[in-house]
């Protein structure tokens, strides 16, 4: 069983920033990969950043230069440090982790946590 415990979402002015964690916890073994997606009200949930095993990292280009991944492998757990934040960037922020098992990808998802940008 594999659990993942997001927390860091709220709510920010536009230009603020905020910084996501999100926890891995029970049976982990061959990660594929961690990061965060996000879904806005109305629209299909996409991938804002993950890290790839073997050093790939990926961002949306709506986000690129304006927020970091990062990760403690020692903790299992995974950062997204958010800047510069823009009202487009309100969604419910989703943690995932990519397992290999039994030669198939297995993804695992976060409860979510709402990241609100507005004056």
């Known amino acids: 069983q594999v659990q993942l415990v997001e927390s860091g979402g709220g709510l920010v002015q536009p230009g603020g920033s905020l910084r996501l964690s999100c926890a891995a916890a029970?049976?982990?073994?061959?990660?594929?990969?961690m990061g965060w997606f996000r879904q806005a009200p109305g629209k299909q949930r996409e991938l804002v950043a993950t890290?790839?095993?073997?050093?790939?990292?990926d961002y949306a280009d709506s986000v690129k230069g304006r927020f970091t991944i990062s990760e403690d492998n020692d903790k299992n757990t995974v950062y997204l440090q958010m800047n510069s934040l823009k009202p487009e960037d309100t969604a419910v922020y989703y943690c995932?982790?990519?397992?290999?098992?039994?030669?198939?990808?297995?993804?695992?998802w976060g409860q979510g946590t709402q990241v609100t940008v507005s004056s």
């Open positions: 029970g049976s982990i073994s061959s990660v594929n990969a």
């Open positions: 995932n982790l990519d397992l290999w098992f039994n030669g198939s990808l297995r993804p695992y």
């Open positions: 890290i790839i095993r073997g050093g790939r990292i």
